[in-house]
């Protein structure tokens, strides 16, 4: 499926509804779950959940629900989640993604880190200084879907995952700078950012100063 079809799908109000359910959650979703969220039919719910898996901006799993095992468990049930491919639309076509790799590429070869760091921080510190609600809301904005954890604010997407991916040390590095920023712009001087890298999250964890190892 094209970016065009993946993008074109998330039009229709009640599957863009159903897809922000699933990819917010920390476990695989069901029809049933997702249709109860909705406030639609299961089958409905089926029929777009299938859709969503069909341009690729979901991944199906089939599971046996958690103790049931055997001939007598009955059949897999078809869960949903988050898809890790990317989708973009650019029209006219404009390729910002290999530029971004080839400048990373430059940064990691000089060995600049420090400066990249340093830029991040102060790119932070304006869009913090001039964004406006709560902390989470402003990570929303940016992509990180921001989540809470006990004390501590999770993102479930990193917004550079694909770089984060070819230059992890960079680019975890100037994440990190970069959230630091964001929060010294807002004056949240009671939190802090560390690396705390967890598998398909966010490499960045937000907890309250009080609570730093």
Do not use: W
């Amino acid at each position: 499926m094209s970016d065009v079809e993946a993008v074109t799908a998330l039009g229709d109000p009640v599957r863009r509804r159903l897809y922000d359910y699933v990819v917010a959650q920390d476990h695989e979703v069901g029809r049933a779950e997702a249709a109860d969220a909705a406030g639609i039919q299961r089958t409905l719910a089926a029929f777009h959940l299938d859709r969503l898996a069909g341009v690729g901006l979901l991944d199906v799993v089939f599971r046996r629900p958690a103790g049931r095992a055997g001939p007598g468990a009955g059949r897999p049930a078809k869960l949903y989640r988050r898809s890790a491919a990317e989708h973009v639309v650019s029209l006219p076509p404009r390729d910002y993604g290999t530029a971004a790799s080839l400048l990373a590429e430059v940064v990691d070869t000089l060995g600049a880190e420090a400066d990249l760091e340093e830029v991040a921080r102060r790119y932070g510190r304006r869009a913090g200084a001039s964004a406006g609600g709560g902390v989470e809301e402003m990570l929303a904005r940016q992509g990180y879907a921001p989540y809470r954890e006990g004390g501590a604010i999770r993102m479930r997407n990193c917004p550079f995952h694909t770089l984060a991916r070819d230059f992890p040390p960079l680019m975890c590095g100037m994440n990190l700078a970069l959230v630091g920023g964001l929060l010294d712009g807002m004056g949240e001087t009671g939190l802090s950012a560390c690396l705390r890298p967890r598998p398909g999250e966010c490499c960045v964890e937000i907890i309250s100063k009080n609570n730093e190892d």
